[in-house]
């Protein structure tokens, strides 16, 4: 089986720019989870979704972060201004979400660099 | 709101040496405990986990016990090697939702 694909591995954004991080999940997985990793910070969850529907967006996240789940092998998050302090490393992570104790399977990630 | 604290920021060791990361959390449900490491370049990979008090979890050598009593899930390797350098986390899934709580992270370097 396929993990947890991220695309791109890198992107460096200009000030302002809009910016889409996309991730497809395990096949099968019902949820998904969008976070943010920094050395200041570590790892920070932006949203989190069951079979598609938004669960968790992020709270001090939701101003210019948005997650969506277009169908349940595809999400996409879109960052709207980005700014200097995005700079980080974003992670997608898919779950079978059968139970609480079930594991989380991460993407490589997406490191993005804001100028 | 539910934490986990890893005492540790940064472990130097030797090859061989025993290795113990500390993990406390503090949860107003019963959680699941987990550990999960990083490599460079790689997102977190799930190690093992425990959910219920007493319950040792294990996985590549590294072991983990479950205290209720003393709200603790504390790494342990009896011998790392090289190849161990990575970063290590600590986190827990309450009950009540799927969410993740992680802990800071515990960067090891293990020198040959």
């Known amino acids: 089986d396929a993990g947890v694909t991220q695309t791109p591995r890198h992107e460096v954004a200009e000030k302002g720019q809009t910016i889409i991080l996309k991730c497809e999940p395990v096949?099968?997985?019902?949820?998904l989870f969008w976070y943010r990793q920094t050395k200041i910070q570590g790892l920070e969850l932006l949203s989190y979704?069951?079979?598609?529907?938004?669960?968790?967006d992020g709270g001090a996240f939701k101003d210019r972060f948005k997650a969506e789940m277009l169908n349940s092998s595809f999400s996409t998050l879109k960052i709207q201004p980005t700014e200097p302090k995005d700079s980080a490393v974003y992670l997608c992570a898919s779950s079978l979400g059968d139970k609480y104790y079930a594991e989380q399977f991460f993407g490589p990630g997406t490191r993005l660099t804001v100028l | 709101g539910d934490s986990v604290t890893q005492t540790e920021g940064q472990v130097a060791l030797s090859e061989e040496d025993f290795l113990t990361i500390h993990c406390n959390y503090s949860a107003s449900g019963y959680p699941a405990l987990f550990w999960y490491v990083q490599y460079p370049g790689e997102g977190p990979q799930f190690l093992f986990r425990?959910?219920?008090?007493?319950e040792k979890g294990s996985s590549r050598g590294f072991e983990a016990t479950y205290n209720k009593e003393a709200t603790s899930f504390h790494l342990q390797k009896a011998s790392v090697q090289e190849s161990d350098s990575a970063v290590y986390y600590c986190?827990?899934?309450?009950?009540?939702?799927?969410?993740?709580?992680f802990g800071a992270g515990t960067r090891l370097k293990v020198i040959a």
């Open positions: 096949s099968g997985h019902n949820d």
């Open positions: 425990a959910s219920r008090d007493k």
């Open positions: 979704f069951r079979s598609k529907s938004l669960m968790e």
């Open positions: 986190a827990l899934s309450d009950g009540g939702n799927y969410k993740y709580v």
